[in-house]
Structure formats: structure tokens, C-alpha cells
Nanobody, 125 residues
Framework: VQLQASGGGLVQAGGSLRLSCTTSSFPFSRLVMGWFRQTPGLEREFVAAISRSGRTYYADSVKGRFTISRDNAKTTVNLQMNSVKPEDTAVYYC????????????????????WGQGTQVTVSS
């Protein structure tokens, strides 16, 4: 599965940004989709995930500020980032998990099979 992320950029603290990720080749509706982020020197960390049915999951650090959504017809997953903070600065990656039907959604980066190229988000104070 090829993933293409877009939408990153420079935003002021308190502002908003919308990331998008499009996929190809695989039936998108079967995929669990996630967003992760990484800053230099740190491991890639979970941000949000959305199940096949649309159930959403968030890291505590972004809960109430970020919203993940999917559009199966457009094979796209989005991450709406509101009230951003300087600590949200990172490279953001979308990822796809081909997990079997009925398995619980996973939050570890190692559980995801396919990754996009990453998009830089920089939040200025």
C-alpha cells in the first residue's frame, strides 16, 4: 500500500492545520489507519487511529484538539489539528495496519505495515 501525506506547514500556536493521507492499491475500507509523529532523537509516537468502522482513538496529548477521520470513497484519512501547541512540532506520518478483522486497534508503530513519507508540522510560539 502506498501512502501519500500532505498538508504540513508552519502554523502559529493556537491555530489549525489539516493533514491528509491518500492510499492506493488495497481496499481502503479494510485498513486501520493511524497518524504518528516523530521529533529528532525520539521514537515515533502514536497520535491517532481510526478503525474500519470509524471508531477513533487518540493519544492523551492531543485528545480534544485533534480529530481523525476517514473517507473510504476517496481512500483518504485526515487529521484535523486545532489549538496546536509548539510541542506538536514534528514530522507526521500516516500509516496503515492490515490487521485481521476483529483484532483490537493497535497503537504501536511496529504494528503498522505501511507508511507514508511524512509531512513536517512546525508550530511557532
Amino acid at each position: 500500500v502506498q501512502l501519500q501525506a500532505s498538508g504540513g506547514g508552519l502554523v502559529q500556536a493556537g491555530g489549525s492545520l489539516r493533514l491528509s493521507c491518500t492510499t492506493s492499491s488495497f481496499p481502503f475500507s479494510r485498513l486501520v489507519m493511524g497518524w504518528f509523529r516523530q521529533t529528532p532523537g525520539l521514537e515515533r509516537e502514536f497520535v491517532a487511529a481510526i478503525s474500519r468502522s470509524g471508531r477513533t482513538y487518540y493519544a492523551d496529548s492531543v485528545k480534544g484538539r485533534f480529530t481523525i477521520s476517514r473517507d473510504n470513497a476517496k481512500t483518504t484519512v485526515n487529521l484535523q489539528m486545532n489549538s496546536v501547541k509548539p510541542e506538536d512540532t514534528a514530522v507526521y506520518y500516516c500509516a496503515a495496519n492490515h490487521q485481521i478483522l476483529g483484532a483490537p486497534v493497535r497503537f504501536e508503530a511496529s504494528s503498522y505495515n505501511d507508511w507514508g513519507q511524512g509531512t513536517q508540522v512546525t508550530v511557532s510560539s
